[in-house]
């Protein structure tokens, strides 16, 4: 899919086009009639989004994936698959008897999950951004689980579902109340 950032080539397509009508317009007035399909005044304002600053350009951020540490795989996957319905991806192991490394999913949201010693520090938080929260709630209360009754709070403009897994992890599921 096409965005402003294909702004010259539109421009450049128009002319062309344009042209092989007999219909002479300028690459300037091209440039102008984009910014307007784009919904912005001129191309002065187009042109800034398209030019990002050197640093703006060399980093881009793609997706977090927090590490959870875990204590005891039986443990974790009935809270993580049986409580929060998430599913195993993949599972890693150096040899038999080693600690586990685990990607676990649901929905976009991805966790790793590992009993090394030193991925992670147990007693963290991780925050959520979702839809949806009242119907995750319900769903969650409805499994029985006979360790967590997750609540529903309302904060600040948000919905909030937090639970904490068995080895003191805390997940807090946040969705942003439109008003």
Known sequence: MRDHRDAKAFAKTLREELGSRDISITHSEALEIVARQFGLANWNILSAKLEPGEKESLIAFERAVPIVRIFDVAKAHEFYL??????VDWEH????????YTQVSRGGLQLHLSEHAGDATPGGTTVVYMKGARAFQKELIDK????????????????????????????RFMEIVEE
Not at 82 to 87: H, I, M, N, Q, V
Not at 93 to 100: A, H, K, S, T, V
Not at 148 to 165: A, C, F, H, W
């Open 93 to 100: 192991r150096y040899g038999e008897d080693f600690p586990l």
């Open 82 to 87: 049986g409580f929060l319905g998430f599913s």
């Open 144 to 171: 029985k689980y006979r360790y967590m009754k997750p609540g529903l709070e309302e904060v600040d403009g948000r919905l909030e579902v937090t639970v904490t897994d068995p080895f003191n992890n805390r997940i």
